[in-house]
């Protein structure tokens, strides 16, 4: 008998007969907790994903210009979802969507001053979290885990999955 079927862990029946199984479970848990983590309660409520993309805004806002096509490609979601989140947050006086002068087409996506006053709450909350789930793992762990992260997703966009 394999030693990885002895363990208690439970992700090592999954690890062991399919990764894809493995990644799509922990990435179900980690939205689980992370909405449990940013649970606000109120009307201007976000959920786990909406703050990661708010965070996301207003640290890379103040590099550059952010565009719904940027949210996409970090966050791995299709434009339809990325239109529903974006007009979720601008409904609740989050971002705004402004012209560019450039290209009367694009609208880059700006965080309000709404947004700005919960930028120190929301950093720390996703530093928080992102310390919690990395607790216990050394640096070298992380970035092989990264290195593994990497070539699967090389993997998935070169296949026709």
């Known amino acids: ?13 999954i690890r062991f007969h399919d990764i894809g199984m493995a990644i799509n479970a922990m990435s179900n848990l980690i939205k689980r907790k992370i909405n449990a983590y940013f649970d ?23 590099k550059r210009d952010i565009f719904q096509k940027d949210i996409e490609k970090v966050f791995e979601i ?28 694009l609208k880059k996506i700006v965080p309000t001053k709404k947004a700005a006053v919960e930028q120190t709450k929301v950093r720390k909350m996703l530093d928080e979290f992102s310390d919690s789930l990395k607790e216990g793992i050394t640096k070298e762990e992380e970035d092989i885990f990264f290195k593994v992260m990497d070539k699967i997703n090389e993997n998935l966009r070169k296949k026709d999955i």
């Open 78 to 105: 299709r434009g339809s979802s990325a239109t529903t989140m974006m007009q979720t947050l601008a409904d609740k006086g989050y971002i705004e969507r402004v012209p560019v002068d450039y290209d009367a087409r």
């Open 40 to 62: 606000m309660s109120g009307p201007d409520a976000l959920t786990g994903k909406q703050n990661a993309v708010l965070g996301y805004l207003l640290n890379e806002s103040e």
């Open 1 to 13: 008998m394999d030693e990885r079927n002895k363990s208690d862990k439970c992700y090592d029946n």
